[in-house]
């Protein structure tokens, strides 16, 4: 009625009366969520030569481009109704940024002529800064520049190599013939065993987690790791004929409890969200928490010698030469006799494992860094909680597992965190 008076009043003063703005209907988080799936955002993958084949046409990514961008605008408009909903939006925006990015370099490359080839140096690109700029993006799920990264990697390794090298020499390394899996794998139960003793010290108890079960891996020496994990099962890749045992605990560690085993494990049993979800798999948060809780071996007593000790400590400083390695060949232009040149001046001690690593780093940029980022950065978060009156470190842990189908940046916000009701 009052709108009414006030039209007809504006019409007998010969006036208009102008219209109330609309509101702006705002887009609930399930179907936002729906329109970005629909958008197929691809997830990190090792080969990066391989991603780069599948540039496509300009006229292609221009009307993927057009696609992103409409997602984008939605994006805009919705208002997140809680904390889960405000870190997966977050989450959303990072990504379909990332995309668009991604999608630009794909166009310009499209129409290059002749086409760039991928030589294991993402630095001899055409826009090569940019293109790191976008694997950071996409591995770590962070805006990080790569002179960060490289201090980063040097200052984890000039803490890790002094730690080894106060570690006392073992002259005898434990080797059995790798053919014997029935003995490497009662020494991985003894490992689960020690693990077990005292984890109480460092989580809430965890309803519903099974432990995980152990086999040779079917990859063989041509995978370069010494274990992997998938399907509830941690495999032990054998890459020598003689099979060193100081490896088991590390590898358990790593690979099962309290590493990828149970934060998978935990991330679908107990998530923080359960209504809420990144659809994007978080390799610097599944990597960096592996990583880390190699660091909680040397206080809780899972690592059964000094043999078991070394052989950690060398895989974190391993890990830690190969940031400034992939931040110096793909950033920085290094050259192979640059990138040996620097390893063999500051790790002796890896020589042995120096030109694969190197051909790794060359075939899949990043993915090496996402270890030692995402542990770094779990350390950070643990710091600032911990200066919190009410800290508990099993809280803090359960926490971080509920949270890893996030990315790692949602971590800075586990001040504001408050538990969720939820319907079953």
Same mark, same amino acid.
């Given at each position: 009625m009052k709108r009414l008076v006030l039209a007809l009043?504006?019409?007998?003063?010969?006036? +208009?009366?102008?219209p109330e703005p609309a509101q702006q209907e705002t887009i609930s988080w399930s179907a936002l969520a729906q329109q970005a799936q629909s958008l197929n955002i691809p997830s990190p993958r090792l080969d990066f030569a391989a991603v780069l084949q599948q540039r496509g046409t300009a006229e292609d990514h221009a009307v993927a481009l057009k696609r992103l961008q409409r997602v984008q605008a939605q994006a805009n408009t919705f208002v997140p109704q809680s904390w889960c909903e405000a870190r997966a939006w977050?989450?959303?925006?990072?990504?379909?940024e990332t995309q668009q990015l991604r999608y630009q370099l794909m166009q310009s490359a499209a129409q290059q002529s002749p086409v760039a080839a991928y030589a294991g140096r993402v630095h001899a690109l055409p826009q090569g800064a940019l293109w790191y700029r976008y694997l950071t993006r996409w591995w770590l799920g962070a805006e990080v520049s790569?002179?960060?990264? &490289?201090?980063?990697?040097?200052?984890?390794? +000039?803490?890790a190599i002094a730690a080894l090298r106060q570690t006392a020499k073992v002259d005898n390394q434990p080797m059995i013939d790798s053919r014997q899996d029935i003995a490497i794998q009662a020494q991985l139960r003894a490992s689960a065993a020690r693990v077990e003793q005292n984890l109480d010290r460092l989580f809430h108890p965890m309803p519903g987690v099974s432990q995980p079960a152990f086999a040779r891996s079917p990859l063989g020496p041509e995978f370069s790791a010494p274990g992997h994990y998938g399907n509830n099962t941690i495999y032990y890749n054998p890459l020598q004929d003689a099979f060193d045992l100081a490896q088991l605990d590390w590898l358990y560690i790593h690979?099962? *409890?309290?590493?990828?085993?149970?934060?998978?494990?935990?991330?679908?049993? $107990?998530?923080?969200?359960?209504?809420?979800?990144?659809?994007?798999?978080?390799?610097?948060? *599944?990597?960096?928490?592996?990583? &880390? +809780?190699? +660091?909680?071996? $040397?206080?809780?007593?899972?690592?059964?010698?000094?043999?078991?000790q070394a052989y950690a400590l060398r895989w974190a400083s391993l890990r830690a030469m190969r940031v400034m390695i992939d931040v110096g060949i793909h950033a920085r232009g290094w050259t192979d006799a640059e990138a040996r040149q620097h390893w063999q001046r500051h790790f002796p001690e890896g020589a042995d494992v120096m030109e694969r690593e190197i051909q790794r780093i060359k075939r899949w940029p990043m993915q090496v860094i996402t270890y030692v980022y995402g542990m770094n950065q779990i350390k950070h978060s643990l710091s600032k909680q911990a200066a919190r009156p009410d800290f508990d470190l099993r809280t803090f842990h359960h926490q971080l597992l509920g949270l890893s189908h996030f990315p790692l940046q949602a971590l800075t916000h586990l001040d504001s965190y408050q538990p969720e009701a939820h319907h079953e």
């Open positions: 009043l504006g019409l007998m003063a010969g006036s +208009t009366v102008a977050d989450d959303l925006v990072f990504r379909l790569a002179d960060a990264l &490289y201090a980063m990697g040097e200052q984890t390794f +000039t803490e690979e099962g *409890i309290p590493g990828h085993h149970l934060q998978q494990q935990m991330r679908r049993l $107990h998530p923080l969200c359960p209504d809420v979800s990144s659809s994007s798999p978080q390799m610097a948060f *599944i990597e960096g928490w592996a990583a &880390y +809780t190699e +660091t909680l071996g $040397h206080d809780m007593g899972w690592y059964r010698d000094q043999a078991s």
